[in-house]
């Protein structure tokens, strides 16, 4: 089953290199372009990720994260907030981020995939606080139902291993086109002399 990450952006262009940048097969990539229907998908759908824009129409970003952080079960999900003026984040929300990532605009697939690393990483380490917050145990037993966040260290380790084949693919075949673009070139002066 595809992990669902929720691109919540105004900007077709995001989303789609949001989608594009994912290797295919491991996500199911969610769209919304305001954060009143990202807002309603973060409800309806259980979503693993969550990349809002700080700048939306009908309901900011800064709205949606403050419902978001409103609801315990909603906290769990690992979030990458994207701006490409960040001094609008931290004028809300002061540094270190703790329970986000933030992930500056124009951003290319290594800064994507750190940053998703992150915030699952932040995600996590909330959720083993909370869980220590738990009250002690009375002498009553109590059955607390704690859900499993469905994306899991192992299948977080084979979607980032995933990605960095890709990187490394990727890379070689820049370096392919760089040396036929070498050649070309050299073929070129060659021809011009």
Sequence with gaps: MANKILVIDDTTVVRVKVREMLPPGNFEVLEAKDGVEGYDLILSEKVNLIMLDFILPKMSGWEVYQK?????ELKKIPLVIMSGR???VTE???EPFEYFEFLNKPFDQRQLVTAIKSSMAKAAK????ETSKQ????????VVATPTPPLT???SNIEIQALNAKIVKMQA???????????VVTFIKQKIK
């Design 86 to 88: 960040k001094e609008e």
């Design 68 to 72: 978001i952080q409103e609801q315990p």
């Design 92 to 94: 809300k929300i002061p």
């Design 153 to 155: 260290e192992d299948t």
């Design 173 to 183: 075949e820049i370096d392919g086109l760089k040396k036929q673009l070498a050649q």
């Design 135 to 142: 009250p002690a145990a009375t002498g009553k037993t109590e």
């Design 126 to 129: 909330k959720g083993r606080q």
